[in-house]
């Protein structure tokens, strides 16, 4: 099983969708979380960080359940700039980040 | 603009050749660098963590004959890649830790290293 588990995808959706993404992690002891975005051929960026108490950035909303050892990514209105490869990055110890295999949106007009 | 510079953006060499990479971080000195690999459609791997001034911690099943890494100064880590062979060909992506260990990661933009 791997460590860090997103959903397949793809997501193809229209312009203006709601989209939820939903990420699972096996280890407990996993301390930071946080969702970053890649695009094609490119370095992933950090989109945001996730907090128990959940938490917003504009048209974005991340969730943390630790309980459940599960995160999720919401995009309301979306945009054809938000087309990308989303990954789940679950913080292991001080340093290290460990990769979900990411979920490719693609925004439609 | 990148805080983290990474070196060349796209490398096509023989097989057997070796090939390295550099990764610098800008403004800022990172005693600690990571290296990751990501194949198409897979996340990104973690090969190894560069740290200034001592060996690389490798992670388990990466080479570290292989995948020669040295960190001399505080702002630029280089990974070799020895012998590459096809198999080798990837996406090798560094990273740099800004501010100790709670500090935000910043990204290279990525080599993109192609062995024929």
């Known amino acids: 099983r791997k460590e860090v588990e997103q959903d397949p995808g793809p997501f193809n959706v229209p312009e203006g969708a709601t989209v939820a993404f939903n990420c699972t992690y096996s280890?407990?002891?996993?301390?930071?979380f946080f969702w970053y975005r890649q695009d094609c051929r490119k370095e992933p960026k950090l989109l945001m960080s996730v907090y128990s108490s959940g938490n917003e950035d504009g048209r974005f909303t991340a969730q943390l359940n630790r309980a459940s050892q599960y995160i999720s990514l919401l995009i309301r209105d979306s945009k054809l700039s938000d087309s990308a490869t989303y990954l789940c990055v679950v913080k292991r110890g001080a340093q290290k980040l460990v990769f979900g295999q990411g979920t490719r949106l693609t925004i439609n007009p | 603009g990148a805080v983290v510079s990474q070196h060349p953006s796209r490398v096509i060499c023989k097989s057997g050749t070796s090939v390295k990479i550099e990764c610098r971080s800008l403004?800022?000195?990172?005693?600690?660098m990571f290296w990751y690999r990501q194949f198409p459609k897979q996340s990104l791997m973690l090969m190894a963590t560069s740290n200034e001034g001592s060996k690389a911690t490798y992670e388990q099943g990466v080479e570290k004959d292989k995948f020669l890494i040295n960190h001399a100064s505080l702002t630029l880590s280089t990974l070799t890649v020895t012998s590459a062979h096809p198999e080798d060909s990837s996406f090798y992506i560094c990273s740099a830790l800004m501010g100790g260990g709670n500090g935000e990661l910043f990204f290279g933009e990525g080599s993109r290293l192609t062995v024929l």
């Open positions: 280890n407990s002891a996993s301390q930071s």
């Open positions: 403004d800022f000195q990172a005693t600690t």
